[in-house]
């Protein structure tokens, strides 16, 4: 008989946020596949939970992906998780849940986190419609032709950028899109959570003043006007659920 292929959501931050049913899961499968095994590993030994690992990650799937279908059909149950939030978005995993599918696999979505529906929900953008992007393009062309297409949209967009990348990119909007009110949330649910709204100008300012660490969500809307908070909005940092190696 088949087994099953478990999709688990984790904490994006807050080791806090995992959901009963994702633990159960996780302890009662055969095998865990996720992107990092040591990162992995931090979560995991935080609830007890001692399965094999296997790294499933971009430029790895091609090879994993028939081995860890083969274990199913046979009768296995995998957990697929990501570094953080819902394993699919935005990681390679949609290529193993696609090929499970095609294999008559069972597939089981347990939700929880993603980082873009978190930042969308704090941001104060309007959330009934939305598009998602995921991570900008990495050569400059193609970011401000993608931009340019994007112009026009009345929904709200959303995109990921690493923290290497955030000012050229921040910059690459002010060339193209103007000096446009945008929301860019950092590490959230982590303990340097931070959610800047404003002009461009603002966060480029903002964050060319310090050492850019972390990940980030970038909203805009062409609805809204909004303006910088006075204060930095961040979460409490004496919370114990915190990832460890979280440096800000």
Known sequence: MSGILYLVATPIGNLGDLS?????????VDLIACEDTRHSKVLLTHYGINKPLVSYFDFSEKQKTPYLVEKMKNG???ALISDAGTPGIADP?????????AQGVRVESLPGAAAFLTALTVSGLPPDRFIF???????DGQKKKLLLSLAQEERTVIF?????????????????LGDIQLVVARELTKKFEEVLRGPVSGAIEHFSSKKILGEFVILWSAKPNLSFPRKRESASSD???FREDDKG
């Open 133 to 139: 992007e995921g991570f900008f393009p990495v050569k």
């Open 93 to 101: 995993g949609y290529r193993l849940i696609r090929e499970a599918i």
């Open 239 to 241: 919370d114990p659920r």
């Open 160 to 176: 990921y950028e690493s923290p290497h990348r955030l000012l050229k990119t921040l910059e690459a909007i002010r060339e193209t």
């Open 76 to 78: 296995a149950s995998i």
């Open 20 to 28: 009963i049913r994702a633990i159960e899961t996780l302890k009662k």
